[in-house]
């Protein structure tokens, strides 16, 4: 401790000493010290640290609910450096030491008592900073999917479709591929029509582009794309490709349905078929003991 830290409790001290003594004014002291030193500190720490943190937040867009728990986090932070300043100031310094050990300790045994609420922690910090997704996204993640409805440091709360809402750990999201197809502003959506063998397939083709030009859902540019994709068993494959504009589930779902029933009215309008699945089997059958049948029929 510098003799100009140490002059704050000594100057205490002498203020106090006329009006309450050595004795009390040296126990007094120290505590007047500390409690000023740490009201100081907290609150100017957090007035810089607020306006630091609030010109980053505003840098890289983050939204409210992502600001609020690492201003939080930075709130806890301050506090523990204005305890730690102010034990300090007060000549508190071998509890300090004594503390911090203690301190140390206990975060070590909490730390590998918590390893999964520490990694769902990290997890959470990660997608507050990368922002893979945002609360009202939609998202798809190991076989499953839904709309963001919250994002705190432990966990991830996402409404499937079903209307089930799914608790779900950070560590999950942040270690597994996440699918955002609403991430950016326009949304690619493939579409396969099988045809039969014998329909023309310029005509089919023809006939899907119509149907994307004539949605209004879709955008003109990109503009739609039909692509023979593969020779089925028992179909041609005809893939389109359109894009929509500012993506959600429901846009996806709506017009991609009214565009599967279009294409498949024009279809049977012009007699493109939609083939079943077929197979051919061959062969010879023939039935055991069939001969002694007939001579018992005669």
């Given at each position: 401790m510098t003799p100009v830290l140490l002059?704050?409790?000594t100057f205490v001290r002498n203020l106090l000493a006329g009006l309450l003594g050595d004795t009390i004014a040296g126990a007094v002291?120290?505590?007047?010290?500390?409690?000023?030193?740490?009201?100081?500190?907290?609150?100017?720490?957090?007035?810089?640290?607020?306006?630091v943190l609030s010109r980053v937040f505003d840098s890289r867009g983050l939204d409210a609910h992502a600001r609020r728990p690492?201003?939080?986090?930075?709130?806890?932070?301050?506090?523990?450096?204005a305890v730690a300043v102010a034990f300090g100031l007060a000549e508190y310094g071998n509890f300090l030491t004594s503390l911090a050990t203690i301190a140390a300790a206990a975060t070590l045994a909490v730390g590998f008592a918590l390893q999964d609420v520490m990694k769902n922690f990290v997890g959470g910090v990660f997608i507050f900073t990368d922002r893979p997704f945002r609360i009202g996204d939609w998202i798809e993640w190991d076989g499953n999917s839904g709309v963001v409805e919250d994002i705190s440091f432990r966990v991830t709360r996402v409404r499937t479709f079903d209307n089930e809402l799914?608790?779900?750990?950070?560590?999950?999201?942040?270690?597994?591929?996440?699918?955002?197809p609403v991430a950016k502003d326009r949304l690619r959506v493939k579409?396969?029509?099988?045809?039969?063998y014998d329909d023309d397939v310029e005509r089919a083709t023809d006939i899907i582009l119509e149907e994307a030009a004539a949605h209004d859902g879709f955008l003109e540019e990109p503009a739609p794309t039909v692509r023979l994709t593969e020779l089925g068993d028992s179909s041609v494959v005809l893939q389109s490709r359109v894009w929509i504009d500012d993506p959600s589930r429901a846009d996806f779902v709506k017009s991609r349905g009214e565009y599967v029933t279009?294409?498949?009215?024009?279809?049977?309008?012009?007699?493109?078929?939609?083939?079943?699945p077929n197979r051919t089997l061959g062969g010879a059958l023939s039935v055991e003991g069939l001969d002694r049948i007939a001579e018992s029929a005669d």
């Amino acid at each position: 401790m510098t003799p100009v830290l140490l002059q704050a409790v000594t100057f205490v001290r002498n203020l106090l000493a006329g009006l309450l003594g050595d004795t009390i004014a040296g126990a007094v002291a120290p505590v007047i010290v500390f409690v000023v030193a740490f009201a100081v500190i907290f609150v100017v720490g957090r007035a810089l640290v607020g306006s630091v943190l609030s010109r980053v937040f505003d840098s890289r867009g983050l939204d409210a609910h992502a600001r609020r728990p690492l201003q939080k986090v930075a709130s806890v932070a301050v506090a523990f450096a204005a305890v730690a300043v102010a034990f300090g100031l007060a000549e508190y310094g071998n509890f300090l030491t004594s503390l911090a050990t203690i301190a140390a300790a206990a975060t070590l045994a909490v730390g590998f008592a918590l390893q999964d609420v520490m990694k769902n922690f990290v997890g959470g910090v990660f997608i507050f900073t990368d922002r893979p997704f945002r609360i009202g996204d939609w998202i798809e993640w190991d076989g499953n999917s839904g709309v963001v409805e919250d994002i705190s440091f432990r966990v991830t709360r996402v409404r499937t479709f079903d209307n089930e809402l799914l608790t779900v750990p950070n560590s999950q999201l942040t270690a597994g591929v996440v699918k955002n197809p609403v991430a950016k502003d326009r949304l690619r959506v493939k579409v396969s029509f099988g045809i039969g063998y014998d329909d023309d397939v310029e005509r089919a083709t023809d006939i899907i582009l119509e149907e994307a030009a004539a949605h209004d859902g879709f955008l003109e540019e990109p503009a739609p794309t039909v692509r023979l994709t593969e020779l089925g068993d028992s179909s041609v494959v005809l893939q389109s490709r359109v894009w929509i504009d500012d993506p959600s589930r429901a846009d996806f779902v709506k017009s991609r349905g009214e565009y599967v029933t279009s294409v498949k009215r024009r279809f049977d309008e012009e007699g493109i078929n939609f083939p079943y699945p077929n197979r051919t089997l061959g062969g010879a059958l023939s039935v055991e003991g069939l001969d002694r049948i007939a001579e018992s029929a005669d």
